[in-house]
Nanobody, 127 residues
Framework: HVQLVESGGSSVHAGGSLRLSCAAS????????WAWFRQTPGSQREGVAV????????HYSDSVKGRFTISQDNVKTTAFLQMNNLKPEDTGMYYC?????????????????????WGQGTQVTVS
């Protein structure tokens, strides 16, 4: 069982930066796919970034590519989402999610269904 807690959400002006954190329990140290999703009222949930624990391989949605960076700490208990050059379209509730399994395309598809563990979310507002 994995517990996830997001933090770092705030209100910023367009062009600004934020760094989100996702703290996980010890069970999230290996064979894990970390992901960040976001959702706004009236919009479907969107996968924005993923990273696999052992390899460090990442993938991003086209909408955030080049602006966002997902990473993990050395003991792989925390994931981060560095968001630069924020746009109003980036506004939303950001959720951290974790899935367990060997590395594969399932992790990098940005689909939500493989992920069984979710945080409560942290609000990001860009004006």
């Amino acid at each position: 069982h994995v517990q996830l807690v997001e933090s770092g959400g705030s209100s910023v002006h367009a062009g600004g930066s934020l760094r989100l954190s996702c703290a996980a329990s010890e069970s999230a140290r290996s064979r894990r796919c970390w992901a960040w999703f976001r959702q706004t009222p009236g919009s479907q949930r969107e996968g924005v970034a993923v990273i696999y624990t052992e390899s460090g391989r990442t993938h991003y949605s086209d909408s955030v590519k080049g602006r966002f960076t997902i990473s993990q700490d050395n003991v792989k208990t925390t994931a981060f989402l560095q968001m630069n050059n924020l746009k109003p379209e980036d506004t939303g509730m950001y959720y951290c999610a974790v899935a367990v399994g060997d590395e594969g395309s399932w992790c990098f598809s940005l689909a939500a269904r493989p992920f069984g563990y979710w945080g409560q979310g942290t609000q990001v507002t860009v004006s």
